[in-house]
């Protein structure tokens, strides 16, 4: 049995900042089966990937070829979701990372929920962001000297 859920997200297009729909369709699994952006005009983009974030890649890969952005925690240039989070949560919450820094459970969001536009960026700007985090050295002393 398949399962719909409808939320409205922020999106930026053609130069402001819109209210647009998006679609989750779920099968009974919990996978999800099509992830749809629906705009005010009716034009819609749709990916799939079987956990939210991947979904949302794909989703974002189409859209932002077409001069798009989503408004969405998933699209912020620092954003990452880790193998814990798609196991556990279905790709529904990422960690925001800072460089220098570890991924602590206090850095997960949700990742449907708004992000204001200054933060997010392309898929390949994030790419690019999870890279350099992964080749900076993490400042564990920092944390051990709150301790």
Not at 114 to 140: C, D, K, M, V
Request: negative net charge.
């Amino acid at each position: 049995m398949l399962r719909e859920y409808r939320g409205t997200v922020k999106v930026l297009f053609d130069g402001a900042e819109q209210g647009w729909t998006i679609s989750v369709v779920e099968d009974s699994d919990r996978e999800i089966e099509d992830l749809t952006l629906i705009g005010p005009g009716g034009a819609e983009w749709s990916g799939s990937g079987g956990n939210a974030w991947d979904s949302l890649c794909d989703l974002r890969r189409h859209f932002e070829g077409a001069g798009g952005r989503i408004c969405c925690n998933g699209s912020r240039t620092n954003a990452w979701v880790s193998s814990m989070a798609i196991s556990m949560a279905d790709g529904a919450v990422v960690y925001l990372t800072r460089k220098g820094w570890p991924a602590r459970s206090k850095d997960l969001v949700e990742i449907f929920a708004y992000a204001p536009p200054n933060t997010i960026g392309s898929l390949e700007e994030q790419e690019r962001f999870h890279e350099e985090w992964l080749r900076t050295p993490r400042r564990w002393w920092r944390r051990m000297l709150r301790l």
